[in-house]
């Protein structure tokens, strides 16, 4: 990692500030004068001021394609769940449930900061699905669905949203709003039946060809745009 991502990514100052600091001679790696640009390793010791850097607790990002027929909560006795699918360590959540009957892409983390980021209320990150109808999707269907709806049984509107026909009987939809079975109401409120749900992506992380049911982490560059886009980059 660069030397100025590092004093960042330790909480000791922007990339901006950190350049500062390396400018003034203030920071030292493993005793030598730091130089801009230089790459920093985990066992290296970074000073600012004379004083030890401590690098973060490390956190766990993993990118998982749900199968259908698990749910995401622990709490539901009666259905297998993520959790013990995986194996997961308690400490690991995920963000952005997806029910039992749909499959595809979830994040698990152990950062709680990044949870919350993408979760408030205020948070306008993209979610892509691409649904499966058990009859033909026509264009005024979608283009209802991308004005906006109003769902009666729960007396909530959606957002405007981006909506394309893929097939006879598929298409993508996508989000930037959190409502329980949105697109399963939204369905229901054109007059169509869901037969399949898979999300394909959440903001910039994109399941591609990740095996069903088999987890990766994310790479530095989806991890580093990932928070960017959370507001915390």
Request: hydrophobic share 35%; glycine share 8%; net charge positive.
């Amino acid at each position: 990692m660069r030397i100025n991502k590092y004093l960042s990514h330790c909480g000791i100052a922007s990339r901006r500030a950190a350049d500062e600091l390396l400018r003034a001679g203030r920071v030292t790696v493993n005793g030598l004068p730091a130089e801009f640009g230089m790459q920093v390793e985990p066992e290296d010791e970074v000073c600012v001021d004379g004083k030890p850097v401590e690098a973060p607790e490390q956190k766990t990002y993993l990118m998982f394609n749900k199968p259908k027929g698990l749910v995401c909560t622990s709490s539901d006795k009666e259905a297998a769940n993520i959790f013990d699918y995986l194996k997961l360590p308690g400490h690991l959540t995920y963000a952005g449930r997806l029910d039992k009957d749909s499959e595809g892409l979830l994040l698990l983390t152990d950062d709680g900061d990044l949870i919350n980021a993408l979760m408030k209320g205020s948070a306008s990150h993209e979610k892509e699905y691409v649904v499966k109808t058990t009859r033909p999707v026509t264009e005024e269907q979608l283009s209802k669905m991308a004005e906006g709806l109003y769902l009666e049984e729960i007396g909530r509107a959606t957002k405007p949203c981006r909506v394309y026909k893929s097939g006879t009987t598929e298409f993508h939809i996508i989000l930037t709003q959190g409502i329980n079975r949105q697109i399963r109401r939204m369905c229901r409120a054109v007059g169509l039946h869901v037969a399949a749900l898979k999300r394909i992506r959440i903001a910039n992380l994109k399941l591609s060809d990740l095996p069903t049911g088999k987890t990766r982490p994310l790479t530095e560059n989806e991890r580093t745009r990932l928070m960017e886009i959370a507001g915390r980059g």
